[in-house]
C-alpha cells in the first residue's frame, strides 16, 4: 500500500513517523512518504501520479487547492471548503476531512469544554476555518477571528482584550518557521487555556509563556495522531479503536526530553539516573557535560567568572535541547537565564524536583562544590533558595517533591504519561 502526505517544505512533519509506527505495529505492507509539490506541478501531480497511490493526507499550502482535482468530497470538507485526505477508490477520489476529528479527540481528552466561552483564533486559513465551524458546533458564546493585517470580520493581534481559549491555527512558531510570540504576554495572560495546533516543536514560544504564566497549555501531537489514525481507517477500510492512537502518541511523546531542574541538592541527579534506567533513556548533567567539555572543574570556572560559566551553561544546554529522548538534569542556577528555558521547552518538559531545604542542606554541607554556597553554607542554601523558588515554580510544568527517590521517580513516569 502506497501513502503519503501531500504538502510544501515537510521537513517539519511527523505524520511520516506516526504512519509508519502504525503500519509497522499492525504488520502491513506498505510505504509511506512526504510528497513535496510545487504549486505549478499540482495538476500534474494529479494528473499522473495520484494513480499509483492508494491515498494522501494533504497539508498546507494545499487543503482548499485540492479540492478541484477530487471526484467526490465530505459533507464537511464542503462545509469547510478544505480537505486533508484523499482516498482513491480504484480511479475515483474522496476527500475527507479528519482534521476536525482529531481536534475533538484532543480537546475531549484535555477535558477542554468550549460551551459559552470565548474562543479566540489566530489566522484565518484552512484550519481556522475548522477551529471556527467546531467553536460553533460546541456552542461557543463568543468566537473573534485574529489576523495581523486588519480583515472584515477580524481584528489585529494587538485589539485582542477578552477570551477564554486562544488557539493558533498559524504556522509561526513551527520549527521552519522563525520562532517568535504572536501576541504580546499581557494578552497571553488573559485566556485560561492555550492551543497549539502544530506540534513540532513540542513548546512553541506561545506555549512555552502559557506555562510561564500558569495557563493550560495544549500541543497538537495528539491531534495529529488522532487524524493520522482516522485516515488510516480509511486507507485500509477498517475501524481502528482509540487504544491505538493512545499507543502511538505515546511512542511519539517518548521522544520528548524530561528536564530536571531545581536547587543543588534536590536530587535531580540520583532521579535522573533512575529514570533513565526505567525509560531506558540516556540520563545528561549539564554540569557533567560541561565538566568534560571544559576539562575543568565547576568551581574552577567559577574561580575564572561565574559569567563564564553561565556562558558555558546555556551553550551545552542549547546543544543539549536538540536531541531526543534525553533525561536532562540542569544546575540549580540555569533557571537565571530565560533563553535556557525558552531552549529546553521546544522539545522538553521540565520538572521541578522541591526538595525540603533542610534536606539539601544536610545533603551539601559536607560535599559542597559550589562557590556561591562558600562560607555560612546553611544560611547561604536558605537565601538561595528563597531567591529561586519561585522561578522554580513559574518554569516548570510538573512540580515533584522529592521525600523518597522511588517515589518521586514514579510520580514522573505518572504525571508525564498524563501529558
Do not use: W
Not at 528563597?386 to 527517590?405: A, F, L, Q, W
Request: glycine residues 6%; proline residues 1%; aromatic residues 6%.
Amino acid at each position: 500500500m502506497k501513502i503519503g502526505l501531500l504538502g510544501k517544505n515537510l521537513s517539519y512533519s511527523l505524520s511520516k513517523e506516526l504512519h509508519t509506527i502504525f503500519l509497522e505495529d499492525n504488520n502491513i505492507e506498505g510505504e509511506y512518504k512526504n510528497i513535496e509539490v510545487e504549486e505549478k506541478d499540482i495538476y500534474k501531480f494529479f494528473r499522473d501520479d495520484i494513480k499509483k497511490i492508494r491515498g494522501i493526507n494533504v497539508t498546507i499550502p494545499y487543503k482548499n487547492e485540492v479540492m478541484k482535482y477530487i471526484d467526490e468530497v465530505s459533507k464537511e470538507s464542503e462545509m469547510l471548503n478544505s480537505v486533508n485526505t484523499i482516498i482513491n477508490e480504484n480511479g475515483k477520489l474522496r476527500g475527507e476531512n479528519t482534521d476536525i476529528i482529531g481536534f475533538e479527540l484532543m480537546l475531549k481528552r484535555k477535558k477542554i469544554n468550549f460551551k459559552n466561552k470565548t474562543v479566540v483564533i489566530l489566522g484565518t486559513g484552512a484550519t481556522s476555518q475548522m477551529v471556527k465551524y467546531y467553536s460553533e458546533k460546541e456552542k461557543a458564546k463568543k468566537i473573534i477571528l485574529v489576523s495581523r493585517n486588519k480583515k472584515e470580520g477580524c481584528i489585529t493581534y494587538d485589539e485582542i482584550k477578552e477570551g477564554d481559549i486562544l488557539i493558533n491555527t498559524t504556522p509561526v512558531g513551527t520549527k521552519d518557521v522563525k520562532s517568535k510570540l504572536l501576541i504580546d504576554e499581557k494578552h497571553i495572560k488573559i485566556f485560561e487555556t492555550i492551543i497549539e495546533v502544530t506540534y513540532n516543536p513540542f513548546r512553541t514560544k506561545l506555549l512555552t509563556y502559557g506555562i510561564y504564566n500558569n495557563k493550560k497549555v495544549v500541543n497538537g501531537l495528539y491531534m495529529l495522531v488522532s487524524q493520522g489514525i482516522k485516515s488510516e481507517e480509511m486507507f485500509i477500510n477498517k475501524k481502528i479503536g482509540n487504544e491505538v492512537i493512545e499507543n502511538i502518541y505515546k511512542k511519539m511523546l517518548s521522544k520528548v526530553n524530561i528536564v530536571l531542574i531545581g536547587m543543588s541538592g534536590s536530587g535531580k541527579s540520583t532521579i535522573g539516573e533512575e529514570l533513565g534506567k526505567r525509560l531506558n533513556r540516556k540520563h545528561v548533567d549539564i554540569d557533567l557535560e560541561i565538566i568534560k567539555s571544559s576539562g575543568k572543574e565547576i568551581r574552577e570556572i567559577f574561580n575564572e567568572s561565574e559569567e563564564k560559566f553561565r556562558n558555558l551553561e546555556s551553550m551545552k544546554i542549547e546543544e543539549m535541547s536538540e536531541k531526543e529522548n534525553l533525561i536532562i538534569s540542569v544546575g540549580g542556577g540555569g533557571i537565571k537565564r530565560k533563553e535556557n528555558m525558552e531552549n529546553l521547552y521546544k522539545n522538553g518538559v521540565i520538572i521541578y524536583i522541591n526538595r525540603d531545604v533542610d534536606e539539601i542542606i544536610k545533603s551539601l554541607e559536607h560535599t559542597n562544590t559550589r562557590p556561591l554556597l562558600d562560607g555560612d553554607i546553611k544560611n547561604n542554601i536558605r537565601k538561595l533558595f528563597k531567591e529561586r523558588e519561585d522561578d522554580y515554580k513559574k518554569y516548570s510544568e510538573i512540580e515533584v517533591s522529592n521525600k523518597k527517590i522511588e517515589e518521586a521517580v514514579e510520580s514522573i513516569i505518572m504525571k508525564v504519561g498524563e501529558l
